[in-house]
């Protein structure tokens, strides 16, 4: 199995964390956001989309993180990275998507990309615009997190909704977001922070990370 990804890919770094908490081994192809390498044909031919993450599998290749967490989940079920209720599991999947959804593409390198080139915003303006985005998503992941969270983003054991959460956390502190507003939040990052597999997959520990 091969991961597909960049080091500082937040979209990633949520696969990493699942593969690693379910100690599942894999191995992991470079693609540098910075250079454009993503928009390669033989990449391409993997994923038409021309971005990272893909999961290479022995069947085919999976893309999207939210689909490849899934099919993680679905192929390796122990331990279990979502909660047994249906009404939990859609709860978790909310959390999922607004990350994923609604903060994410708002803020990735391509957008940043074009806020500079297309639209002239020097580095205030592109920090302002990444603060505004993960602010407003994560002032529902605070309440959705102080909802459902008990020592982790849902409930009390490590899961996809923090496979998600801690990437979107990083990304916040390198674009020095203030986080102060969500303590329930940093609360629940800061604990999965302290696991094994979380600082397995952080960026800085990867094998094309500078």
């Known amino acids: ?105 708002l803020n990735n ?17 592109v920090s302002a615009w990444i603060a505004r985005w993960i602010g407003d998503g994560f002032a529902a992941l605070e309440t959705l997190i102080a909802r459902h969270g008990s020592g982790f983003a849902f409930g009390d054991a490590p899961g996809l909704a923090d496979c998600v959460l801690v990437p979107q956390v990083y990304s916040a502190e390198r674009f020095a977001v203030d986080l102060a507003p969500y303590p329930a939040l940093m609360a629940a990052a800061d604990r999965a922070r302290g696991l094994d597999a979380f600082q397995q997959a952080h960026p800085d520990r990867q094998p094309d990370a500078p």
């Open 109 to 125: 390198l391509r957008v940043q990309t074009m806020l500079r080139r297309d639209l002239g915003a020097d580095d205030a303006a």
């Open 1 to 105: 199995m091969i991961l597909h990804g960049y080091w500082r890919s937040s979209a990633a770094y949520r696969v990493r964390i699942a593969l690693a908490l379910k100690g599942v081994t894999y191995g992991q192809a470079t693609h540098d956001l910075r250079t454009g390498e993503q928009g390669a044909a033989a990449y391409r031919a993997l994923n038409p989309r021309g971005l990272v993450p893909a999961l290479e599998t022995g069947d085919g290749v999976i893309v999207q993180s939210p689909a490849i967490l899934e099919w993680i989940e679905e192929r390796f079920p122990t331990p279990a990275l979502l909660p047994a209720g249906a009404d939990d599991r859609a709860a978790v999947r909310a959390m999922i998507a607004i990350v994923a959804c609604d903060i994410h593409p």
